[in-house]
C-alpha cells in the first residue's frame, strides 16, 4: 500500500493504461514536458515519448476531432482540458460530431476528455465551472464524475476501456487534497454506472458526486451526531450512464432524498434525479425529493461571493434536517 | 500593540498546502515592508514571501521543514516598535469583509404553505395531499389507516413515516373523532390552543394524541360551521312498548334491541327525505351524499369515537341493532377495523346516556348536523284526550337536539326533519321489525 | 529644473518631449504595480493567480499610447500597460486582484478582467480569442454609426491558434472594419512555446490568409511599437480597415507567479534580462537623445512609488464583498422568481 492523491490516483491510471495498451495516448495544452497545468501527466511524455504524449496548439475544437479522427482509426486519445471550462469551445464538435458518430455513423469513438472542474479555489467564473449538465443533455456522451482516490484511478482506466467517449469531470479542489492508500499489486478498475454508498443511513439519503460527497458526508457526520438520524451518502461515481437501481434502493430504504450538486440549479442534473425517482419510486417518498445546488449565477471570484454561491456542508446540514422533520 | 499575521499564501489553484523552507529573518529581527523574510515551498513553485507590514519578527510558527494547510498562520510580526517580542500572540487577521456597498438581501424563505390569505378553504384533495406522502399513503393504504385520524408531528401536522408506522405499531388503531377521509370543509392551518398558567400543585400532562386531535377537530367545526340547535321533544311511550315486547325476540337472534336502533332507523329513514342533512359543504358547493351511513358517538375511558353504521338505510331493525351491539362492543376492545369509522355522513351522540336532559352537540366535520339523544325516561306529560280534556299522563320521554350547519341548513329544513322524525318515533310500525 | 536639449525636430513620431516623458511614467508605473502586486500575492492578499508582463510592457504601453480618446481597446492579462494608458487607476487595478468589494467587478471578477468602455477598455475572458470577435462588432458599431473610432485588439501566439481568432480576424477583415490586431508573440503559451503552436514563422504572415496587411515589429522597441500602431490605428480611422501586427517580445516571467518556468532555458531569460528589456532600451534612449535627464526619470519613479502606496493604502483594508451580494444582476428582468435562485427553498 501507499499513500497517494486523487493527481497522483489519475496519472497512475493513466500511466497503467498507457503502459497496457500502446495505442492509449495523451493530447492537450502543456501536457508533455511541463506535465499539464496541474501536473496530472507529469513525467509521462519522459516515460512514454513525444508521440505519445502531445503539446497541442491552444485549439480545443482541433484537439477534440483530431482525437476523435485517430479514434476512429483504433487509437485510444485521452485529451485534456486544462480546465473543464474551455470544453465550452469544443462544444460543437462534442456534440455533433464526437456524440453522435456511432448512431449516424456507425463509427466507434473511444476517447477521454479529462481536465479540472469545479469551484472552492477561487479561480473566477472560467477556471471554476462544473459543465457537466451541457453535455448531459446529449445522447451518446459518458459522464464520470470522481469523488474518490481510489476512483480517480479504477474510473480513469475504465474510461479509457470503454467504447463510448467519456467526458470525465476531476475536481481540481480534490486534486491534492484528499489521500488514501492504493494497492500496488493490484488492478484498480471501478465499472462506469455503479454508484458507490459513501455512507450507510436509514433516515434520509443524499445523493451527489465529486467533491460534494465529502461535504455530504460531512453533514451526514454531524446528523448522526447531533439529531441521532443516520443519512445515506450515495456517490454516483457516474451520471451517463446513472444507476437508477442504486438509487431506488436507497430511496426505498431512507424514503427521503436531498441531491446534492456544485453545478448551477436551472436544468442542472438534479433535476433528471428528481424525474427518475418520481417515475420510479414514487410511491416510496416520504417528502419532496429536495435539492442542494449553487446558486444560478456565474461563478464570482472573492472568496466570500463564491463561498455564498457554492453549497457549504451548512446549507446540506439545512436541507438535510428540514427533510428528515417533514 | 499592533500584530500582524504571515500566512502560508496559496500558490496555484489546486495548491492546498505549501512548505517553509527557510526562514530567512529570526525573532525579534526588524523588518521592513515586503521585505523578504522566509522561503517556501509548494507542489508547483518556491518563493520568497516578503514581509506583510514593516515591524519585528515576533513570534515563528512553523519550523523550517514543516508543511502547512494554505491560509496557515506562519508568523507573527509586531508592528509597534516598544511592544515586548515575547508578548503573547494575539493575531490579527487578514482584514475580514465588514460591510459591502449594496448588500443585496437574500429572498426571504417563503412561507410554509399554510393558511390561504384569500379567506378560501382548501380542497379534500389538497388537504389530503398536505397531509401525507406518497409513502404514507402507501402505507395507509396497505394497512388500511385513516391517514386524517393519525397525529402528524411533521411541518405543519403532516404525518409523517414514522407517525404511521407507530400509529399502526400501537395496535388496533384508535379512531377518534376526526373528519372522514373524504371531503372536508376545513380552513387549513393547526389550531392553537391557548397557553395557561398552571398554578403550584396543579399536574400539567400533554394530551394523548386523541385527546389532543378531539380538541382540534371541535375548535375546527366551531370555526367551520355556523352552528344553530333545535330542540324537540320526542313520545318513546310506543317504542318503548314495542321494545319490551320484543326485546326477548331479538336477543334470541344474536341482537340487543335498544332505543338507539329504533332513531338509527328513524333517522336514516328521514335523511333520504331530507338530503341537505346528509350532506358536506365542499367549497362554493354542496355534496349530497348517496350512502346514508350514520355515526354514532361512543364514549370510551380514553376519549371519544364514533363508528359508523353503513348504509343504514338499508337494514333492517335487527342489523341496526347487531350493528349497533357490535360496534360499540369493539370500539370498546379497540377491535374496530379503520374503514369503520370513516365516510359517516351524519352523527348521532347520545348525552342522555348519562342522564342528561340534552346538550348541543358539536358537528362532526365535514358532515352538516349531529343529533343529540337526551336521557329516555318516564315524565310527566299533558295530553289531550280525544274528548278535548287535558289530562297528565306517565309517558317514557325524551329530549332531542339536533345542531345543523346554517351556512346549507335553513331553520326549515332543520325543524321539518326533525317533525318528521318526531313523528315516525311516536308512531312506530311494531310490523317494521 | 533641466532644461530640454533637444528640438522639435529631433523628436520622433510626432511625439512632443511630454509624451515621450509620459511612456516613462507608464512603462514605471507598470512594472512597479506588478511588484507589488507580487508582494501582496506572497503575503496572500492577491487572490487566485497572479500574471506578469515583465519583459512586454514596452509594447503594452507603446500600442495603447497610440489610440485617442474613444477609441476601445480589449487588453489580456498581461496587458496591464495598456489598460494604465488608457485610464485605469492602480487601485483599480489592485482592488481587482485582491477582489474587494470596491472593485470596478464588486469582486465577482478576477485581475485585469473589467471594463469601462466609456474610458476605452473592454477586458477579456479567459477562453482566448473570444474578444476578437467582440471587438470586431465593436468596430462594426463605429462603421455603421460612421465614427471615427478605432478598436485595438490583443491576442497571443497560443490565442492565435483559436477558432475564434481566426473567425474574428476573417469577420473584420471581410467588413473592412477598423480594428487594429495586435499578436504578442512572446515566445510561450503557458509552457507551450510558438514552434509547437504554428506552422508559420512569422505571426504576420496569418494576416495574408485574411487578405489584410500584417506587419511585424520589434516588440521590446517602445517607439517602434508606437509608430507601427499608429499608423495601421490611422489606416484604420480612415478607413483602411483591418491591419495585424505581429509584435516579437519574450515573456521573462512564467504564465503566472505558481509557474515555475522550468521550461524556459535560463539563458534564454536572462540573456532577455540583460539585453533586451524594453524599459531599459527606451529609458537608455531618453537619456541619450536628452528627452529628460535621469533625475527627471528618478522623479517619475518617486511619484509612481508615491501614488502606489497611497493605493495600496487605499484599499488593502478594504473588506471582501458580503456574500449575498453574488445574487444580484444576473438578468436585466430575471426570468424566474428570484426564490428559485435560492437555495433551501424551505429552509
Not at chain 1, 18 to 30: K, N, Q, S, T
Not at chain 2, 349 to 366: A, L, R
Request: proline share 6%; charged share 25%; with cysteine.
Amino acid at each position: 500500500m501507499a499513500e497517494v492523491t486523487y493527481l497522483e490516483a489519475l496519472r497512475q491510471g493513466l500511466l497503467e493504461e498507457m503502459e497496457r495498451d500502446p495505442e492509449v495516448f495523451i493530447l492537450g495544452e502543456d501536457v508533455g514536458k511541463y506535465g499539464g497545468a496541474f501536473k496530472v501527466t507529469e513525467g509521462l511524455q519522459a516515460r512514454f515519448g513525444e508521440d505519445r504524449v502531445i503539446d497541442t496548439p491552444i485549439s480545443e475544437a482541433a484537439i477534440v476531432g483530431a482525437a476523435a479522427g485517430a479514434a476512429h482509426m483504433g487509437m485510444r486519445p485521452v485529451v485534456e482540458m486544462q480546465f473543464m471550462d474551455f470544453i465550452a469551445c469544443a462544444y460543437d464538435i462534442l456534440t455533433n460530431y464526437v456524440a453522435t458518430a456511432r448512431y449516424r455513423a456507425g463509427l466507434s469513438t473511444p476517447i477521454v476528455i479529462r481536465g479540472p472542474s469545479g469551484g472552492f479555489v477561487r479561480g473566477g467564473p472560467f477556471h471554476s465551472q462544473n459543465p457537466e449538465a451541457g453535455f448531459f443533455h446529449t445522447p451518446g456522451l459518458k459522464l464520470v464524475c470522481p469523488a474518490t482516490v481510489r476512483d480517480a484511478k479504477g474510473l480513469i482506466k475504465a474510461a479509457i476501456r470503454d467504447d463510448d467517449p467519456v467526458i470525465y469531470f476531476e475536481h481540481k479542489y480534490l486534486y491534492r487534497r484528499i489521500k488514501e492508500d492504493l494497492p500496488e499489486d493490484e488492478e484498480i478498475l471501478t465499472p462506469l454506472g455503479k454508484a458507490r454508498v459513501a455512507n450507510e443511513g436509514a433516515d434520509l439519503t443524499i445523493v451527489t458526486w465529486s467533491a460534494m460527497v465529502w461535504k455530504a458526508l460531512e453533514a451526514a457526520q454531524t446528523i448522526e451526531q447531533e439529531d441521532g438520524a443516520t443519512v445515506e451518502v450515495l456517490d454516483l461515481r457516474t451520471l451517463l450512464p446513472m444507476d437508477d437501481e442504486a438509487i431506488v434502493a436507497s430511496v426505498r430504504k431512507t424514503n427521503k432524498v436531498l441531491i446534492v450538486h456544485e453545478d448551477t440549479r436551472t436544468g442542472g442534473v438534479a433535476g433528471e434525479i428528481t424525474a427518475r425517482i418520481n417515475e420510479q419510486a414514487f410511491e416510496w417518498l416520504d417528502g419532496p425529493v429536495m435539492r442542494v445546488t449553487a446558486h444560478d449565477t456565474p461563478l464570482p471570484y472573492a472568496p466570500t461571493l463564491e463561498d455564498h454561491v457554492l453549497p457549504q456542508t451548512d446549507d446540506i446540514l439545512e436541507q438535510a434536517r428540514w427533510l428528515l422533520a417533514y | 500593540m499592533a500584530r500582524v499575521d504571515v500566512i502560508m499564501p496559496q500558490m496555484g489553484e489546486s495548491i492546498a498546502e505549501g512548505t517553509v523552507s527557510r526562514w530567512l529573518k529570526s525573532v525579534g529581527d526588524a523588518v521592513k515592508r515586503d521585505e523578504p523574510i522566509l522561503e517556501i515551498s509548494t507542489d508547483k513553485v518556491d518563493a520568497e514571501i516578503p514581509s506583510p507590514a514593516e515591524g519585528v519578527l515576533a513570534e515563528i510558527k512553523v519550523p523550517e521543514g514543516e508543511t502547512v494547510e494554505v491560509q496557515t498562520v506562519i508568523a507573527v510580526l509586531e508592528t509597534d516598535k516598544d511592544a515586548a517580542v515575547s508578548a503573547p500572540s494575539e493575531p490579527v487577521a487578514a482584514p475580514e469583509p465588514v460591510a459591502a456597498p449594496e448588500p443585496v438581501a437574500a429572498p426571504d424563505a417563503p412561507a410554509p404553505a399554510a393558511p390561504r390569505g384569500d379567506g378560501t378553504v382548501e380542497t379534500a384533495e389538497e388537504r389530503l395531499r398536505q397531509r401525507s406522502t406518497p409513502l404514507v399513503r402507501k402505507i395507509a393504504a396497505e394497512h388500511r389507516v385513516d391517514i386524517t385520524q393519525i397525529h402528524g408531528t411533521g411541518h405543519g401536522g403532516r404525518v409523517t413515516k414514522k407517525d404511521i408506522l407507530a400509529f399502526i405499531e400501537s395496535g388496533a388503531p384508535p379512531a377518534p373523532v376526526a373528519p372522514p377521509a373524504t371531503p372536508a370543509a376545513a380552513p387549513a392551518g393547526a389550531v392553537v390552543h391557548p397557553t395557561v398558567e398552571a398554578w403550584p400543585g396543579d399536574r400539567v400532562e400533554p394530551m394523548s394524541k386523541i385527546r389532543k386531535l378531539t380538541a382540534d377537530h371541535m375548535v375546527m367545526s366551531r370555526r367551520t360551521s355556523a352552528h344553530v340547535t333545535s330542540f324537540y321533544e320526542i313520545d318513546f311511550t310506543g317504542i318503548a312498548r314495542i321494545r319490551q315486547a320484543k326485546k326477548q325476540e331479538f336477543q334470541d337472534r344474536g341482537a340487543k334491541l335498544t332505543y338507539m336502533a329504533f332513531i338509527v332507523k328513524a333517522v336514516a329513514d328521514n335523511l333520504q327525505k331530507h338530503p341537505v342533512l346528509n350532506a358536506s359543504v365542499s367549497g362554493d358547493a354542496i355534496v349530497y351524499r348517496k350512502a346514508i351511513n350514520i355515526g354514532m358517538a361512543v364514549a370510551l375511558d380514553w376519549g371519544l369515537i364514533v363508528p359508523v353504521i353503513r348504509d343504514a338505510d338499508d337494514l333492517s331493525m335487527l342489523g341496526i341493532a347487531k350493528s349497533i351491539v357490535d360496534l360499540a362492543d369493539r370500539a370498546r376492545t379497540k377491535r374496530l377495523n379503520p374503514d369503520e369509522v370513516q365516510q359517516g355522513t351524519f352523527t348521532i351522540t347520545n348525552p342522555g346516556v348519562f342522564g342528561s336532559y340534552i346538550g348541543t352537540p358539536i358537528i362532526n366535520q365535514p358532515q352538516v348536523a349531529i343529533l343529540g339523544v337526551g336521557a329516555i325516561e318516564k315524565r310527566p306529560k299533558i295530553l289531550t284526550l280525544d274528548d278535548g280534556q287535558d289530562v297528565i299522563a306517565i309517558r317514557t320521554m325524551s329530549m332531542f337536539s339536533l345542531s345543523y350547519d346554517h351556512r346549507v341548513v335553513d331553520g326549515a329544513d332543520g325543524d321539518r326533519f326533525m317533525a318528521d322524525l318526531k313523528r315516525d318515533l311516536e308512531n312506530f310500525p311494531e310490523g317494521a321489525l | 529644473m533641466v532644461t530640454p536639449t533637444a528640438n522639435l525636430e529631433s523628436l520622433p513620431a510626432g511625439l512632443s518631449r511630454d509624451q515621450l516623458v509620459e511612456l516613462s511614467y507608464y512603462l514605471a508605473l507598470t512594472r512597479s504595480l506588478e511588484e507589488r502586486l507580487v508582494n501582496l500575492y506572497r503575503q496572500g492578499k492577491v487572490i487566485g493567480g497572479l500574471y506578469r508582463s515583465l519583459g512586454q510592457e514596452g509594447e503594452s504601453v507603446a500600442s495603447a499610447y497610440a489610440l485617442r480618446r474613444g477609441d476601445v481597446l480589449s487588453p489580456l492579462i498581461r496587458n496591464l500597460g495598456s489598460m494604465l494608458v488608457m485610464g485605469a487607476r492602480p487601485v483599480e487595478i489592485l482592488r481587482q486582484y485582491m477582489a474587494k468589494a470596491k472593485s470596478p467587478t464588486a469582486g465577482r471578477e478576477m485581475n485585469l478582467h473589467f471594463n469601462d468602455i466609456d474610458v476605452g477598455y473592454l477586458g477579456q475572458i479567459s477562453p482566448l480569442g473570444d474578444m476578437i470577435p467582440v471587438m470586431a462588432g465593436i468596430c462594426l458599431s463605429f462603421k455603421s454609426r460612421g465614427q471615427s473610432r478605432v478598436g485595438l485588439v490583443y491576442i497571443g501566439d497560443g490565442g492565435a491558434s483559436t477558432g475564434t481568432f481566426h473567425e474574428g480576424v476573417n469577420f473584420a477583415a471581410a467588413q473592412r472594419l477598423p480594428l487594429v490586431v495586435i499578436v504578442e508573440h512572446n515566445g510561450y503559451a503557458y509552457t507551450t512555446p510558438t514552434s509547437a503552436q504554428t506552422g508559420v514563422e512569422r505571426l504576420a504572415d496569418k494576416a495574408k490568409a485574411y487578405g489584410i496587411p500584417g506587419v511585424t515589429v520589434d516588440g521590446n522597441d517602445v517607439l517602434a511599437v508606437y509608430e507601427i500602431t499608429k499608423d495601421a490605428v490611422e489606416c484604420a480611422r480612415a478607413g483602411g480597415g483591418t491591419t495585424l501586427i505581429e509584435v516579437v517580445t519574450y515573456r521573462r516571467k512564467g504564465h503566472a507567479e505558481h509557474d515555475d518556468q522550468r521550461y524556459q532555458p535560463e539563458e534564454e531569460i536572462a540573456e532577455w534580462a540583460e539585453t533586451n528589456d524594453p524599459i531599459d532600451r527606451y529609458t537608455d534612449r531618453v537619456l541619450r537623445q536628452s528627452w529628460a535627464t535621469r533625475e527627471e526619470l528618478d522623479d517619475i519613479q518617486a511619484r509612481v512609488d508615491r501614488e502606489l502606496d497611497q493605493a495600496v493604502k487605499e484599499c488593502e483594508e478594504d473588506p471582501l464583498p458580503e456574500g449575498g451580494t453574488a445574487l444580484a444582476q444576473v438578468y436585466a428582468s430575471p426570468p424566474a422568481s428570484e426564490r428559485l435562485w435560492f437555495r433551501g427553498l424551505h429552509g
